[in-house]
DNA sequence: GTCCACTCTCGTATACTGTA
DNA sequence: TACAGTATACGAGAGTGGAC
């Protein structure tokens, strides 16, 4: 496992034994959080196929450029499901008292649960491949970057290894977050509370949608809403506007994201609008 | 009995391509 | 430009078996 954007003065293994170990607590009824910055703005592949193109987004002082590897592609919106597994695990025991760490462990199996996916074999292949994705996607974002002009530059993870006993027998895995996303996990206000079902949501511009209402909208009465060409530019999908366009129509048709009401508002002239309000809880079915 | 790792099969979403 | 078909990859779910 090796991390070619770490500087040479401090190397994965010096790293770790300077890290604490944080140990992953009981997922059971934890409310899954995800880091605002990460709703916000396009830092994962939409698609379920290898993405290598890489993702270029700039609006005002914000820029972001996503890369992947030919070997594994560019973190998709499922790999980012770990990630609010470790946001989850952080906050929870920030708020329990405990110390957490940015070096963390844990089993397969409980991340699988805590996510919403079985635990079949292909799923534990799939999640050591979410692991590399994660590991070989490079960010570089001028966000939380105070001049906007200088680019914070990292990987979702920075290094990760399966931990066995003398005799081979798995005792889980281990990671270790960049300080660019564990630094905001820790800041309360850049973290929100998500809805467990999100992790039911099947399709990747469905997730990427949900993500970025919940951001956006949050829980104002009057909802918010975005033309559609501009959320195509700040999806980041590799798909063509007018089939962008289509997957949106046909989302508001769907009205799946929990917790949300979609519609599409038309004008003589101006390009498509995307509204959204929140629905009391009591009547969704 | 429970937890965890694994097998197998089927369904679905995205991106791409072709056609009217 | 809009729509439909296809390839590919990935998610979902039921079930099995070993270790404790």
Do not use: C
């Not at 003065?9 to 034994?17: F, I, M």
């Amino acid at each position: 496992m090796s991390s070619p954007s770490l500087p040479l003065r401090q190397r994965p293994t010096q790293q770790r034994e300077q890290l604490d170990l944080f140990r992953a607590l009981p997922a059971e009824d934890m409310a899954p959080r995800d880091a605002q910055d990460l709703m916000a703005y396009p830092f994962f592949s939409l698609a379920k196929s290898r993405r290598t193109a890489p993702i270029d987004f700039r609006s005002g002082k914000i820029t972001i450029r996503v890369e992947g590897t030919q070997e594994h592609g560019i973190a998709t919106i499922w790999d980012a499901d770990i990630l609010i597994w470790a946001a989850s695990q952080i906050v929870e025991a920030r708020d329990a008292g405990i110390q957490p760490s940015r070096r963390m462990q844990a089993t397969p199996y409980e991340i699988l649960r805590f996510i919403g996916r079985g635990t079949s074999l292909r799923d534990y292949q799939r999640l050591k491949a979410a692991f590399d994705r994660l590991q070989s996607t490079t960010v570089a974002t001028s966000i939380r970057e105070t001049t906007g002009r200088r680019l914070h530059r990292f990987s979702w993870i920075n290094e990760w290894k399966e931990l066995a006993d003398a005799n081979g027998k798995p005792l889980g895995i281990e990671l270790i977050l960049p300080d660019w996303f564990y630094a905001g996990v820790l800041d309360a206000a850049l973290v929100l509370t998500i809805d467990p079902t999100y992790f039911r949501l099947t399709g990747g511009i469905e997730r990427w949608l949900y993500r970025l209402v919940r951001k956006h909208g949050g829980r104002q009465a009057n909802g918010w809403q975005f033309d559609v060409p501009y959320l195509y530019r700040k999806s980041g999908s590799l798909a063509q506007p007018r089939d962008f366009a289509r997957d949106l129509r046909a989302l508001v048709a769907k009205q799946s994201l929990p917790g949300y009401e979609l519609s599409i508002e038309r004008w003589p002239g101006e390009p498509e609008i995307l509204a959204f309000r929140p629905v009391p809880q009591t009547a969704r079915g």
